[in-house]
């Protein structure tokens, strides 16, 4: 019997010895009220790069614990706190929202650790408050809604009516429109967002109507979107003003869009910086497990997330899993020497991707699912406008 | 300024209102009259949208999913009675708010594993899902209109009920004096069961009505519930009455608020500060207007003359 304790014990040690460290990431995302949807999202994405890693960065065990920010930034920030200080986890990703990035954002830099972006991508943090230990494997957030700025100028649109929720990143979502776009903006709708968002946007609908604009952009993620298109549908405005959106047309939405049959989706074109189409290896791999394991394809916020696992592994491999050399751990994530699924990127002075942004239209595949497809390249190595204002080098 | 779109707004205040009503009026009955605190009110709404949604499915007609999903709310919420808020009866409020809070925690939960945290969106038969010509630029979504009608029948027919019948009658009697109503002979347990299974109907209804807009989704009851006390407590509890004209009022000012606050502020201040400030002071506004009337009308509108 002492043999064979003696044996697991001396076989525990051989598993946990020196040379491998286990490194725990903590990944925060939102995991309940409707918006749950894009966090299990994401928590697929996660497990799916653990797996395609066999849990591994180089000889080092990775670990994540996700933590749920009820899509509140008081409970994000009190989950980070947990996350750092329970768990002890070594490195911070994941984060949604940009309200509750920027409230949690403190927590994580005051204590030491980095704390990488996988989605929200707020003004401030990369201007007055970037960090050298703040990454986005993402994008800022006037970016995507700069290049549908682009795209209108492009296809000669004049006026146009916007509605986006009422939070830090609706703000930068029509910042960004505003820089870019030439024609004039007639109207502008900030509604209530949170767990108890405004839904119902019959009010908005009849303003943006009479407003007489070519166009009506939108930015509403996650549960928000299906409400949307159902009630612009509804409100029978497909031909008198077309609808031009951000993060809101997507893996998450046109699953349910489909199943309740909004034809009309079909040839809506929308920017990012990143599409299942993208022709490169790692994307190829990326979403053929990712709907073969989960029936669907994945969304931006699944491949940001699968990018920011692998962003990690790097990182961790570059130091031999010294989680306390934050020199060589910068440098390795600053180099973004990786395989993204969005292909070769690289990092400006505030650590936001310098990266390009597609034009997708809406395509029905040969299965007959609805999903994106990249049309055209509207920027090209974009870079945020806000990094001049940030003082990093 | 434009008339037809103050019209059109008002008849979307409307819609929000009668919502608003189908809820709070459940939530006013059973507060007013069973005096009990049910926070849970707002996940019968929720069961009632995702029930819906998914017959919608299984049959392939919104229309005979929500015919058959009545009597299952009906049946649910006569279970929630038995069950949770029979044996809290006793207690005083606090224990209701932790007893149907818990309920919360765990319907939300159930609704999580059943349905998945992604809502699910209800399609329309095609003669609903169109527009409604009033005049030469007026047009509303069908569908609008129909919560509009549904909403004031039920408004209309849940007056007549309890003013007009006998068991609104025997309801009104229990209220004021549930042991002389036992003691006539009246089984006044069953009759408070009915009193739950109604106001839960009339929620499930809200939900149904709703789900085909804004889609079922995981805590869409909790939004409604506050909103739904602010109405109660607007209107006075235990008012079907002021639960009604409290509720037009709220979706009124609320519509009203969202569509011309920016404009109106801009008389007085640059586009961008009115821009900024319009969304906060509208999401407030309705919280604004209960501190007022209550100011003026302690006990609501309408306070009800039971004792």
């Not at chain 2, 059943?114 to 038969?125: H, N």
Request: net charge neutral.
């Amino acid at each position: 019997m002492k043999k064979v304790l003696a044996a697991i014990i001396f076989c525990n040690f051989l598993i946990s010895s020196v040379f491998a460290a286990d490194i725990k990431v903590g990944f925060v995302t939102t995991l309940t009220t409707p918006a749950a949807v894009i966090g299990e999202d994401m928590k697929n994405a996660v497990n799916l790069a653990l797996e395609h890693l066999n849990g591994k960065a180089g000889p080092h065990n990775i670990e994540v614990v996700f933590g749920d920010d009820g899509f509140a930034p008081d409970t994000g920030k009190q989950v980070t706190d947990r996350l750092l200080k329970q768990d002890k986890v070594d490195i911070i990703s994941g984060y949604i929202w940009s309200h509750v990035l920027l409230a949690s954002r403190k927590s994580v830099l005051d204590a030491g650790k980095i704390l990488i972006s996988s989605n929200a991508g707020p003004s401030q943090i990369a201007s007055k408050l970037c960090h050298e230990n703040f990454f986005s494997a993402s994008w800022q957030n006037d970016q995507t809604p700069m290049a549908m700025g682009e795209v209108f100028n492009k296809d000669g649109i004049k006026s146009l009516y916007i509605m986006a929720p009422n939070y830090a990143a609706g703000k930068d979502m029509v910042a960004g429109i505003e820089r870019t776009f030439k024609g004039q903006v007639v109207g502008k709708d900030l509604t209530k967002w949170g767990a108890d968002a405004q839904l119902d946007f019959s009010a908005e609908l009849a303003k943006a109507k009479v407003s007489g604009a070519n166009g009506l952009f939108v930015f509403y993620p996650g549960a928000a979107s299906g409400a949307f298109t159902k009630q612009y549908h509804q409100a029978g405005l497909k031909d008198l003003l077309p609808l031009y959106s951000v993060f809101t047309i997507d893996g998450i939405s046109l699953p349910k869009l489909q199943a309740a049959n909004f034809s009309g989706i079909v040839g809506s074109k929308v920017t990012q910086q990143w599409d299942p189409s993208l022709d490169n290896q790692a994307n190829k791999r990326f979403v053929k497990d990712f709907k073969e394991r989960f029936g669907k394809y994945p969304s931006f916020y699944a491949a940001q997330s699968y990018d920011t696992i692998n962003m990690i592994a790097s990182a961790v491999i570059a130091v031999d899993g010294d989680m306390s050399d934050l020199v060589g751990l910068r440098s390795a994530l600053k180099s973004a020497d990786y395989n993204s699924v969005r292909g070769k990127y690289s990092y400006g002075n505030n650590n936001f991707p310098i990266q390009n942004f597609y034009l997708r239209e809406v395509v029905e595949d040969s299965d007959g699912n609805w999903t994106t497809e990249v049309i055209d390249t509207v920027l090209t190595n974009h870079q945020d406008p806000y990094a001049a204002e940030c003082k990093l080098k | 300024m434009d008339y037809t779109l103050l019209l059109i707004q008002v008849l979307n205040g409307l819609q929000l209102g009668v919502l608003l009503f189908l809820v709070a009026s459940g939530l006013t009955l059973i507060f007013g009259i069973l005096d009990f605190v049910n926070l849970a009110h707002g996940s019968i709404y929720m069961l009632g949208a995702f029930i819906c949604a998914s017959l919608t499915y299984a049959l392939d007609s919104y229309l005979f999913a929500v015919i058959l999903s009545l009597p299952v709310i009906a049946i649910i919420g006569y279970a929630f009675e038995i069950f949770l808020a029979r044996p809290l009866y006793a207690r005083d409020h606090l224990d209701h708010v932790l007893g149907t809070f818990g309920a919360i925690l765990v319907i939300d939960t159930i609704a999580h594993l059943i349905w998945g945290p992604a809502g699910i969106a209800i399609p329309l038969p095609n003669y609903l899902d169109g527009q409604i010509t009033i005049s030469e630029n007026i047009e509303i979504p069908t569908f609008r209109l129909l919560i509009i009608v549904v909403g004031l029948t039920a408004a209309f027919g849940l007056l007549w009920l309890v003013n007009f019948t006998k068991l609104g009658m025997l309801i009104r009697a229990g209220a004021s004096n549930r042991t002389m109503v036992a003691a006539l002979g009246i089984d006044i347990r069953t009759l408070f069961a009915i009193v739950f299974a109604i106001g839960a109907t009339l929620a499930g209804i809200a939900g149904m009505l709703i789900a085909p807009i804004t889609e079922a989704s995981l805590g869409m009851g909790n939004n409604i519930i506050i909103t739904a006390f602010v109405v109660i407590i607007v209107g006075g509890i235990g008012s079907v009455k002021g639960a009604f004209v409290a509720a037009l009022l709220i979706g009124l000012i609320d519509t009203l608020g969202r569509s011309f606050l920016d404009d109106l502020f801009k008389l007085f201040m640059s586009t961008g500060a009115a821009e900024n400030s319009a969304p906060a002071i509208s999401s407030m506004s309705i919280y604004l207007m209960m501190a007022l009337i209550l100011s003026f009308k302690p006990k609501g509108l309408f306070p009800p003359r039971l004792g």
